[in-house]
C-alpha cells in the first residue's frame, strides 16, 4: 500500500508539477505486465484524437530494456501500422542506433501520445496530459537505466521544460532518478540534415553513458560520421 501511493504521488508529480515530489525512483511492483497494459488502455477515447485515429500506437521493443527512446506522437505510417517510428524517421533512427551499437530491438521506443494528431500537427497541452500518465506507466513497467528524448515536444512534455532544445542537450537530465539525454527528432534531421553533427554527439555521449552505467554491451568505438 505505502509502495502503490508513492508511486501515485511520483506520477501526479510529473503530470502536475508540484512541489512534494518524492526525489526516488519509480518502482514496478504490483503492476500489470506491457501486454497485459496495452490490452487495458488501447481502446481509450480521453480525447479527441481517438475519432481520427487508425491504430492506438503504444510502443514497442524489448519489454526489459535498459535503453527507452521516447518521441512526440505518431505520424501517418505509424498511424496505420500500429508501431512507433517505423517510416522514413524510423529508419532514420534505426541507423543512429546501429552507428552506437544498438538495434531497435534491444530497446524501447514510444510516444508522448499514443495516436495521430491530424495533419501531423504539433499535440495539444490537454492531449499530452491526458496521455502522459499512460508513458509514465510503461517508464514503469519497462524501468529503462537510461532514457533519450527525441526532439523538444518529448523532452518538454516530460521534463516539464520551456527551455529550447539547444539549451537542453548536451546535459545530462533526470525523469525520477532515470538520467535522460535529449536530442533531436529524427523527423526534424530529416528536413534539416545540418543538425546530424550535433545528434551525432548527443547519442556518443548516450552510449558513454550507457556503458558507464550499464556496461552489457561489447567495447564500441565511435566512427567519423559524415
Not at 91 to 103: E, H, M, P, V
Not at 172 to 189: D, K
Amino acid at each position: 500500500m505505502i509502495e502503490s501511493t508513492e508511486r501515485y504521488f511520483l506520477q501526479q508529480q510529473e503530470i502536475l508539477g508540484t512541489e512534494w515530489y518524492l526525489n526516488r525512483p519509480i518502482v514496478s511492483e504490483n503492476v500489470p505486465d506491457l501486454i497485459e497494459y496495452r490490452r487495458s488502455i488501447q481502446q481509450c477515447q480521453k480525447c479527441i484524437l481517438s475519432q481520427t485515429r487508425t491504430r492506438f500506437v503504444f510502443g514497442t521493443g524489448n519489454p526489459k530494456a535498459n535503453l527507452m527512446l521516447i518521441g512526440e506522437a505518431p505520424g501517418e505510417d505509424e498511424d496505420i501500422k500500429g508501431e512507433p517510428f517505423v517510416g522514413k524517421a524510423g529508419q532514420l533512427l534505426d541507423r543512429i542506433l546501429a552507428a552506437i551499437g544498438f538495434d531497435r530491438h534491444e530497446v524501447y521506443i514510444a510516444n508522448i501520445l499514443k495516436c495521430r494528431p491530424p495533419k501531423n500537427r504539433d499535440p495539444l497541452p490537454e492531449e499530452m496530459a491526458l496521455c502522459l500518465t499512460y508513458l509514465i506507466q510503461q517508464i514503469v513497467l519497462v524501468q529503462p537505466k537510461l532514457i533519450l528524448l527525441l526532439g523538444r515536444i518529448a523532452a518538454h512534455a516530460l521534463l516539464k521544460s520551456a527551455s529550447s532544445l539547444s539549451q537542453m542537450r548536451g546535459k545530462v537530465h533526470r525523469f525520477s532518478g532515470i538520467p535522460v539525454v535529449v536530442t533531436f527528432h529524427p523527423a526534424a534531421l530529416l528536413r534539416n540534415p545540418q543538425w546530424k553533427p550535433q545528434t551525432w554527439e548527443d547519442v556518443q555521449m548516450l552510449r558513454r553513458m550507457y556503458d558507464e552505467i550499464v556496461g552489457d554491451k561489447s567495447p564500441w568505438t565511435p566512427k567519423k560520421r559524415n
